[in-house]
């Protein structure tokens, strides 16, 4: 069952603001967070009721929207959530109600008034109360690539003043208005706009609670790295012995798509492809450190053949396999 106190924070809870009047130039627009123009709203406890959001804005670039925070379920479809890694970051804003979040190793709700910041990369799931609402922010991690300065890279969740929920307002309402510019512009303005946004998530002084007692920098699970490191740990080992991904993916604790997520999120490639790399790599290895033919180089490293092991070579390099060994290991 949810607590919806927001004062009480320990290491574990998670924390965020306000919605107003969002015009993304359409008759139907909605409202979630407060105009620029609105003043900053001065009590939490003063609050006016918060204004419903009914439905999805898609940005023109792809993967940078705006969604009601009642529709964002994530971690499975079953009664319990399970974490799962997401390679988006994910900035989640509680105004009424409040919302169960999950990380591997604890759980915490969140009441009204509470921001939380998940990193890409993190594993997490949350469930929603029926009478939850807010709104929820998906950045994409390609284009926070060269951002400056760079958003969070751990956790952050806390209550915040009125000034940074009203800023954190205007931003969420001009991401939505600018889904209907032309796609540079479009990227223009959302370079700003996540660059302002970056800044705001690491000023202290904006929320509500001194920065030694808000949890502010509670130690990111992260996932993803734990994943990609006992991937890359077993899938060396099982080479050449018939393991699927699907294989692999439960033998270290997660599905296919979670595998998938962690690689995407730490290397940029996907699982199969990360697979592929380690089979050329570990070939490569043998043709220049051992004598073994190339029937049972192929073999060892889980390629189909001799001509499997010699495409693959040729797409990477453009030579066959043979031409990479050492002298005097022909």
């Not at 918060?50 to 925070?69: E, F, I, K, N």
């Not at 079953?78 to 979040?101: A, E, K, W, Y």
């Not at 996932?223 to 490191?229: A, C, E, L, T, V």
Request: aromatic residues 4%; positive net charge.
């Amino acid at each position: 069952m949810l607590n919806p106190d927001p004062h009480l924070l320990d290491e574990n809870r998670l924390p965020c603001p306000v919605p107003g009047r969002v015009d993304d130039g359409s008759a139907s627009a909605q409202s979630v967070f407060p105009a620029p123009s609105l003043p900053a709203i001065p009590d939490r406890a003063a609050q006016p009721p918060a204004v419903a959001y009914s439905g999805l804005t898609a940005h023109v670039l792809d993967g940078l929207r705006v969604v009601p925070l009642a529709s964002f379920w994530w971690g499975g479809t079953g009664v319990t959530r399970r974490p799962r890694v997401r390679s988006d970051h994910v900035l989640m804003l509680v105004d009424q109600g409040g919302v169960r979040i999950d990380l591997p190793r604890s759980g915490q709700s969140c009441g009204a008034g509470q921001l939380v910041f998940v990193p890409a990369g993190s594993a997490f799931a949350v469930q929603p109360a029926a009478d939850a609402q807010g709104a929820v922010l998906r950045i994409p991690s390609a284009l926070t690539r060269d951002l400056t300065p760079a958003l969070p890279t751990q956790l952050l969740a806390g209550h915040f003043s009125a000034d940074l929920r009203a800023e954190l307002g205007a931003h969420l309402s001009a991401i939505q208005r600018d889904g209907g510019l032309p796609v540079a512009s479009a990227r223009q303005a959302a370079d700003a706009r996540l660059r302002l946004l970056s800044i705001l998530l690491q000023r202290g002084d904006l929320f509500s609670q001194p920065q030694d007692t808000r949890t502010s920098v509670t130690p990111l699970q992260n996932g993803s790295k734990r994943i990609m490191r006992d991937f890359i740990d077993l899938a060396g080992r099982e080479l050449g012995r018939g393991r699927t991904l699907s294989d692999l993916a439960q033998a270290i604790g997660v599905n296919r798509v979670d595998l998938d997520a962690a690689c995407q999120a730490q290397r940029g490639q996907t699982a199969l492809e990360m697979l592929y790399d380690l089979r050329f790599e570990g070939a490569m290895a043998l043709l220049r450190g051992t004598h073994d033919s190339l029937g049972s180089i192929a073999t060892r490293m889980g390629y189909t053949g001799v001509a499997h092991l010699n495409r693959a070579f040729v797409a990477a390099t453009g030579r066959p396999a043979e031409s990479f060994r050492a002298p005097g290991r022909a």
